[in-house]
Nanobody
């Protein structure tokens, strides 16, 4: 059974940083595109970042570009999201995701229902 487990969320002041991790298990994720979505209260789940199975190139939403960095370590089956210069509007539950058929270049246009594997999410709260 495929499992994605996120960690690293928490409470941080505006301007601060957090690093999210997503550990994958159940199969080898080497050929999977992996990435992050987020969902704020009362809003739809939205794309944040994605990375190809090789670790590059990477793709970001306009709202996080230049502040967030996605990376992966296939030897550890882990993907990371380094979040810098956090803003209160970044407050959301962050979900790790993986998919074998949708390339990471299309994740910004994909519906969340099209992505096959999801973690349970980790809360990120940014105070002003």
């Amino acid at each position: 059974q495929v499992q994605l487990v996120e960690s690293g969320g928490g409470l941080v002041q505006a301007g601060g940083s957090l690093r999210l991790s997503c550990a994958a298990s159940g199969r080898t994720f080497t050929n999977y595109a992996m990435g992050w979505f987020r969902q704020a209260p009362g809003k739809e789940r939205e794309f944040v970042a994605a990375v190809t199975w090789t670790g590059g190139p990477t793709y970001y939403s306009d709202s996080v570009k230049g502040r967030f960095t996605i990376s992966r370590d296939n030897a550890k089956n882990t993907v990371y999201l380094q979040m810098n210069s956090l803003k209160p509007e970044d407050t959301a539950v962050y979900y790790c995701a993986a998919d074998l058929t949708i390339p990471s270049s299309r994740w910004n246009r994909a519906r969340p229902s099209e992505i096959h594997y999801w973690g349970q999410g980790t809360q990120v709260t940014v105070s002003s």
